[in-house]
């Protein structure tokens, strides 16, 4: 755990939840005040140095709302790193109560996958690039730094798989689907060639022909999502929703896990928490005494 890893999270922060400048600021501050007394005092990212850290700003006098605020920004980090793969195991698992922070992750119906799959308009250039890096996200479940580190040499659309690195570096193979290959196909023949001024590499380009920021597709979910009045829709709620949809149809949770490059099997069986939700839902709605 360094300086680096913090930064990813900031901006994990930043894309994914949308925090605001102030909350970003206050959580790379108290996670850097952290990693600085880790470092001091010879700790690792452990149980002991998480709690000598607590009796630390105990003792400093901070106040419990000073103290609780910190809490919360080490829960999230720890969160984070877990569900990222960075770490196989929970350091504070005796010492913060995540069952009560742990929340379910957001995923769309089916039908709001569809609809917001069907608002760009592909009549424009714009629409069809849009359209095919929506669908491309719903279809691979791939996290958004992966998309946006995609080549031309990554996808195979003879065989319709693309190729992958994930955290680790860790390579994976993802199977594309016939309406993602088909939106594809459509933006590699007849938009990203008005981009590639340069013979860019890469797969998804935006104006100029440069490669595609996190931000930059964070801001395109943005757009349609608003367009159906939903808040808090983010890329990861499409690799959320593509996880959700797997397990409703039956997909296995071990090819569930494999491709979506989860390092422990714990990480992936908080869907399956979904899945029975969903079920409990269609049982509550169509069985007579539900």
Known sequence: MDRE????????????KGYSPNTLSSYQKDLEGWLEFLKNKGYGLSEEGIREYLFHLRKRGYRISSISRKVSALRSFIRFLLQEGFLSSDPAENLFSFHREKKLPHALSLQEMEKLLELPDTSKPQGVKDRAILEFLYATGLRVSELVGLK????NLEVGYVRCKGKGRKERIVPLGKES????RKYLTEVRPRLDREGSPYLFLRRGGKPFTRQGIWKIIRKYSRMMGLKNVSPHTLRHSFATHLLQGGADLRVVQELLGHASITTTQIYTQVDRSYLKEIHRKYHPRG
């Open 152 to 155: 031309l040499e990554d996808v």
């Open 181 to 184: 290959e088909k939106w594809l």
């Open 5 to 16: 890893s913090i930064k990813r999270f900031i901006t994990h922060l930043s894309v994914e």
